[in-house]
C-alpha cells in the first residue's frame, strides 16, 4: 500500500504523485482533501482551523469537524484537508476568531483594543 504522509513527506507539494498517493488511500475523500488545499480553501483562525466545503464552511480541530458526515460517525475529508495543509504550511492565516456568520465587528479585538 501506498503510504501518502511518507509521499507527501518526500515530495513536499501537492504534484501528481502526492495527489494519486491520497487518491489511492482514501479514495474520493482524498482527492477532495489535496483539492481544496490546492484551491486554498484551508484558513486557520485563531480558535479553529475552516475548511470552505462544496455547501458551506466547516470547522475543523484536531479530528472534530463540523459536517454531517461526523455526525454519522464517518470520517470526512475536511479534517484530511487540514492535516495535509498543516504539513505544506498551505492555508491563509487569520489573526480573528472565527464566526460562523461573519465576524463580529463589536468584539473589542476587532477594533485593535483588548477584551
Not at 511518507?6 to 495527489?19: A, F
Not at 482527492?31 to 470552505?52: C, E, G, N, P, Q
Not at 470547522?59 to 458526515?69: K, L, R
Request: net charge negative; aromatic share 14%.
Amino acid at each position: 500500500m501506498i503510504h501518502p504522509w511518507q509521499v507527501l513527506k518526500t515530495e513536499r507539494s501537492l504534484n501528481e504523485t502526492v495527489r494519486q498517493a491520497f487518491v489511492h488511500a482514501y479514495g474520493k475523500r482524498g482527492s477532495d482533501a489535496v483539492d481544496a488545499v490546492r484551491d486554498r480553501r484551508v484558513k486557520k483562525y485563531r480558535d479553529y482551523f475552516v475548511v470552505v466545503g462544496n455547501s458551506g464552511e466547516y470547522y475543523v480541530e484536531g479530528d472534530f469537524c463540523s459536517c454531517e458526515a461526523r455526525l454519522y460517525g464517518k470520517s470526512c475529508w475536511h479534517t484530511l484537508a487540514v492535516r495535509i495543509a498543516q504539513e505544506l504550511g498551505e492555508y491563509e492565516t487569520y489573526d480573528l476568531w472565527y464566526y460562523k456568520d461573519g465576524v463580529d465587528e463589536e468584539e473589542p479585538e476587532y477594533e485593535g483594543g483588548q477584551p
